[in-house]
């Protein structure tokens, strides 16, 4: 997956936004405000913020050598990935997917349960279970 596959697969979640609070170059990737995700380049190669579940998060760095403590962000909650072709593209569809029903399941209750009734809680959560902080 490059850095463009990437963006599609952010903007394919239910309602989610691309906006541009850190420059041009840089897109956050949001739903109802809330990021869930950021694109950037280091040395042409693309790399995604991704939030994620702390327990999990030690696991996919263990497992992966292009998942690493997110950049600029709290380390418990976020890792980078680095798109350099290491890591299976439906591994990395899953992490987005994880880290949008994350984002969602702490919107404000009117927003979630809004999003679930809309989409349903299939397209929302996919196959996330337990996803709470």
Known sequence: MNGEQARSCFLTCPEAIEDFPFGPDTPVFKIKGKMFGFLR??????????????????VMRDIFEAVIPGYHMNKDHWNTVILNGTIPREEIENMIDTSYALVVRKLRKADRLALEIKYGQKKIYGNQENLTL
């Open 41 to 58: 380049h280091k040395e042409g190669i693309a790399h995604i913020n991704l939030k994620c579940r702390p327990e999990e998060a030690m």
